[in-house]
Each structure stands twice: as structure tokens, then as C-alpha cells.
């Protein structure tokens, strides 16, 4: 009786110790399929915030194009504009010349047209050929100079394309052409620290409030200086969204003696970030 009872106990406890294994396995299967179907959905959710943040930086990219193809028409008719005005005037060789720079700038610019970083030796050759234009338009009417920063190299430095040909555009016909001598302009490139960079803007012009007054008075339409200032800002906006980066954009007038003004000051500070350079 008692070999019976203790072999009915045995069976039991086999039995509870099966019924418990196969429980076990049970569960353990489930945990392991819900454990995998969490690694899926957090690989899949990874995968959905790499293509979404992908698709942003790319939105992000085709508006930042699109904001600097928004400058290039105003500059481009301008210098249309002078060799209008030099045929009108019947200065033949002067309207030939201006085509022959024209026409280098432009291919520089159609070359450049779908980048938005450029190398600082691409962008200073392209503002030294607008330069030279305006200088023929104006009839050497400003002196302007062109500085690096013996520790940058040219041809290394990523920078904005074209950021820098609106400031200097403004500062030509708002600032110092309303001046009657001495119209100086200066382009300066420096070295902050080993990612900082700045580009320095500076005219000996009329200023900001006067040049303003020129505006209200109906001598010159301001609507493209506004219209470029915003773009501008909203092109550093989107660098430093984009590319987690300094990027500030800082216009002051100059001060003088006894409330006078000396000029216009652009100040913009970048900051070098790897993913600039394989932007295009």
C-alpha cells in the first residue's frame, strides 16, 4: 500500500514537473516572439527616424538651393542692365568688355549653381569677377580689397555659395554709391578658432537710416535689399537646423564722431561641420 501511494506521489510529481516544463517552454516561446517582434518594431522605428530625418535634411537642401537661386536673377539682370546702359551711351568697348565678364561670371555661376558649400577659393574668384563688373558699371566708382587668413586655406575651406555676393551687392548701391568720393569697400576672411571661421563686410557708405531715406524718397527701389537680408537669414537658419552649428549673421551701422555714421558693418561667424563637404 504504501509502495502504491508513494509511486502515485512519484507520477504526480512527474506530471506537475512535465506540466510545469512544458509551461515554461510556453512562455518562454512567447516572451521570445514578443521579444523579437519588439526588436523588429524598434529596428523598423529606427529605420522609419533614418528615412524621415533623411527626407528632412533633403527638404531641407532643395530650400536651401532654392533660397540661393532666388539671388542669382537680381545680380544677373543687373549686369545685364550695365550693358544696356553702355550700348545706350554708345560705349561700344566698354559694353564688350562688360560682355566678356559677364559672361565668365555667369558660366561660374551656372558651374557652381547646384552646390550649396563651394570652396572659399571658388567663392572669392566668383565675388572678384562681380566685383570687376560693378567697377566697369560704376566706372571705377568704389576701390574694394579681398583678404584670407594666412592659416585658412582657400582651397580646402567649405563655405556657403554666394551667401557673402548679397552683402557686398547692398553695400555697393545702398551704402557707397550714394557717396560722392572715397567709396571703400573691404572683404575680409578670418580664422576664429579650428571650426570657426567669419566673413567681415565693410563699406565706408552712407549707412543703414540714410540709405533708407534714399528709399522712402523713391531714388531706389529697397525691395530686393529686403527681400535678399531675409533670404539670408533664413539660409543661416536652416545651416544651423541642418548642420547643428554656429551660424549668425550680425549688421551694424559704423559709429562716427558726434552721431555720424561710417560705414556698414556685416559680421557672419560659421562654424565648419564635416557634412557641409559632402553636400555638394
Known amino acids: 500500500m504504501t509502495v502504491t501511494i508513494h509511486n502515485t506521489s512519484l507520477l504526480f510529481a512527474t506530471a506537475g514537473s512535465i506540466a510545469f516544463f512544458l509551461l515554461f517552454l510556453h512562455y518562454r516561446s512567447r516572451y521570445l516572439v514578443l521579444k523579437n517582434n519588439e526588436a523588429v518594431m524598434t529596428r523598423h522605428s529606427n529605420l522609419q527616424e533614418k528615412e524621415l530625418l533623411l527626407l528632412r535634411k533633403q527638404f531641407s537642401e532643395l530650400k536651401l538651393g532654392t533660397l540661393k537661386s532666388q539671388i542669382n536673377p537680381h545680380f544677373q539682370f543687373n549686369c545685364l542692365n550695365g550693358i544696356y546702359t553702355a550700348l545706350l551711351t554708345g560705349e561700344t568697348a566698354l559694353a564688350q568688355q562688360y560682355v566678356s565678364g559677364f559672361a ?42 579681398l583678404t584670407t587668413d594666412p592659416r585658412i586655406s582657400p582651397r580646402a575651406l567649405q563655405v556657403p555659395c554666394m551667401l557673402v555676393q548679397p552683402f557686398v551687392e547692398n553695400a555697393i548701391w545702398h551704402g557707397l554709391m550714394h557717396k560722392t568720393a572715397d567709396r571703400q569697400l573691404h572683404i575680409g576672411w578670418t580664422q576664429l578658432s579650428p571650426q570657426l571661421y ?51 549673421i550680425e549688421i551694424t551701422d559704423l559709429p562716427g564722431a558726434e552721431n555720424t555714421v561710417l560705414g556698414t558693418r556685416v559680421y557672419i561667424t560659421f562654424e565648419v561641420a564635416a557634412a557641409m563637404g559632402s553636400t555638394g
Open 104 to 145: 565668365l561670371l555667369l558660366r561660374k555661376v551656372l558651374t557652381l549653381s547646384d552646390k550649396n558649400f563651394v570652396s572659399l577659393q571658388e567663392e572669392s574668384d566668383m565675388l572678384e569677377l562681380y566685383l570687376k563688373l560693378e567697377q566697369l558699371r560704376t566706372n571705377n566708382g568704389f576701390e574694394y580689397t
Open 198 to 248: 567669419a566673413c567681415e563686410v565693410t563699406d565706408n557708405g552712407i549707412g543703414r537710416v540714410q540709405a533708407l531715406q534714399y528709399h522712402h524718397d523713391g531714388l531706389k527701389s529697397n525691395n530686393h535689399h529686403s527681400r535678399g537680408m531675409e533670404i539670408c537669414m533664413e539660409r543661416a537658419s536652416l545651416y544651423r537646423a541642418m548642420y547643428h552649428t554656429q551660424f549668425n
